[in-house]
């Protein structure tokens, strides 16, 4: 009986066609319907989807409104849209205040870290992936064990060592030499040149590509450095742009070590500015809003760009261990 029902649509679709009507017709009807139950939990995820995001982008929207007004209307309450919309904040912000220098001094930081970890960690991520060395496993958890330990637990070391440098590398049998990197530049770009989630990230990126690339680079008589700038780096594209975004952010919203190493006002950034800002003027909401809208924007622009290679680069890691 089983074997009856099972062959009877079957039997019915070849009558169809022998009578010269469509098999399909009249299938229809036999199908459960999900159509609609897909609209509509397709239609519940994006009504979720909507509100939470609305969520997250009230505060953003609420910053601009209150930048546009002036200090008496941005105490009055919560309302959206000034009375009179004005770029007189962001004026005082960048001027008065020196936002303006405070937001160079960002950029250069972030453009030079973004840029040493892009070589940096590629080439790292190149050896790592590729090439057979001695401790090259033991080297590589080394890497990975800087990622557990917190930033506060190598406050006074990293702290000691840009005071003494170079001299806590030389040898103590020549006469003292210390530069202090404190308070300095170098000093932040020495102890931001590599990440080690970039170079993890790098890592295991140069791992899912084909080792058919390598071998044909050989045959043409490239060298690793040759093989690692023409033939690998050009595929690497995503995670480029995942440690473009996770470098440029991660330096212009740092704020424990520009802190504790930039500590001459002229060489202060975003973050650093404003939290200085906050401190004297605590109630000025346009002028501080209009600073944080600085802030927000440039990290914004960086990941619309880049968010499509970011989400594939991420991905891509994390296909081989």
Known sequence: MGTEREAAPHLASIDRLARGEDPAAGTAAQIPGRAGKDVSLRVVVYVLMIVIAVLYFTPFVWSVSTSLKSLPESVKGLQLIPHHPSLHAYHEALSTFSF???????????????????????????????????????????????????????????????????????????????????????????????????????????????RDFEEAAKLDGAGYFKTYWKVMLPLTGPALAAITILSFQGTWNDFFWQLLILQDQSKYTLPVGISAFVGVYKTNWPDLMAASTIAILPIALVYIVFQRYFIAGVTSAGVKG
């Open 100 to 210: 303006g220098r405070y937001t160079a001094n960002s950029a250069i930081l972030a453009t030079i870290v973004t840029v040493s970890n892009l070589l940096l960690c590629s080439l790292g991520g190149y050896a790592f992936a590729r090439l057979r060395f001695p401790g090259r496993e033991v080297l590589f958890l080394v890497v990975l064990a800087t990622l557990m330990i917190p930033d506060q637990l190598r406050l006074v070391p990293i702290f000691q060592m840009l005071i003494d440098f170079p001299h806590t590398i030389w040898n103590t049998k020549f006469p003292p030499v210390h530069w202090n990197l404190v308070s300095t530049y170098q000093g932040y770009f020495l102890i931001h040149l590599v990440y080690a989630t970039n170079l993890f990230l790098m890592r295991q990126f140069f791992l899912t590509i084909p």
